[in-house]
């Protein structure tokens, strides 16, 4: 591909002169931190988190963003698909997660159905996950479709990431999970949904199951930061969703998955040790017992 219609814009600088890892330890990562990690080629990780506890842990390992995806639909809720997430499920889980973080940017997404219906519908749901669950950022999919709403909000003081290529939401559209973006025309298609949501002041783009040349091209023409989910290693950063990295998710994961743990195992595992212990009498012992 050669004529992109992306054109690289101005930023402004971030107020510390430090890396997003370590870095920054007494305050939280900002939107203006990002810009700069962007302008100094630093790349950064973001983990989704759907509980305090978890977000927690991820915040004390540096990790600089958390996205409070409405990936919890089928990774927390138990449901197929994230169609069925609802406005108050995400305040709840949104909240969790800044309570339980202190350094992460904290971004949620806004579900299926919450600001499709007209601007008026996604200001007040962004501007629930702000008030109600106190979250630094709101993340929407679509990109030309979703331009006019992403302006709207960025406006209004709400930072915004966009995500394009695969969105989730539209699943059913979709007929499943695609690798979008393959061929010229919606390779095209991409560009021009990149452009759009950079021009309406997105902070940042999530690229998902794009061709990495692609998501590269994308990258290099892109004034903020893309951050790719099976788009291979030319993007600025990389999210996963923690069920998946840490080995939870039951049966297959997706091609672009790496499992650096493999919890599904270690608990099932810890689970069938205590039911027999209590089976056998072993567990309470003494030393768990009170005199
Ligand atoms: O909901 C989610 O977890 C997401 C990521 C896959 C980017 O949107």
Redesign the pocket.
């Known amino acids: 591909m050669n004529a992109s219609p992306l054109q690289p814009a101005q930023t402004q600088d971030a107020p510390v002169g430090t890396t997003l890892y370590g870095g920054v330890t007494n305050r939280r990562v900002t939107v203006r931190d990002l810009a700069k990690a962007k302008r100094n080629g630093e790349r950064w990780a973001?983990l989704?988190a759907y509980d305090a506890l978890t977000a927690g842990v991820f915040d004390e390992a540096g990790i600089p963003v958390l996205?409070v995806?409405?990936?919890?639909?089928n990774?927390h809720l138990g449901y197929e698909t994230?169609v069925p997430v609802t406005m108050d499920q995400m305040v709840m889980l949104s909240a969790a997660v800044v309570r339980g973080t202190q350094r992460a940017l904290v971004v949620a997404?806004l579900p299926f159905g919450s600001y499709q219906e007209s601007p008026a519908q996604a200001m007040h749901n962004a501007a629930r996950l702000m008030k109600e669950a106190g979250v630094q950022a709101v993340?929407l999919?679509g990109g030309e479709r979703s331009a006019r709403t992403i302006e709207l909000l960025v406006d209004a003081g709400i930072p915004v990431m966009a995500?394009i290529g695969l969105t989730?939401q539209s699943v059913h559209a979709f007929g499943g999970y695609p690798v979008q973006g393959r061929g010229d025309e919606a390779a095209h298609q991409l560009l021009r949904d990149a452009k759009a949501v950079q021009q309406a002041g997105a902070f940042a783009v999530?690229l998902?199951a794009v061709p990495a040349d692609l998501a590269a091209e994308v990258t290099a023409h892109s004034a903020i930061p893309t951050?790719g989910?099976g788009g291979g290693p030319g993007t600025d950063a990389q999210?996963?969703?923690w069920t998946d990295f840490a080995g939870m998710t039951a049966g297959r994961v997706p091609k672009f998955v790496k499992q650096y743990a493999d919890l599904r195992a270690t608990l099932a595992r810890a689970a069938t040790e205590f039911a027999t212990d209590v089976r056998e009498g072993t567990f309470p012992g003494p030393e768990h017992s009170f005199s």
Do not use: R
């Open positions: 973001m989704t996205l995806g409405d990936s919890a639909g990774c994230t997404d993340k999919e995500h989730p999530v998902e951050v989910i999210v996963l969703v």
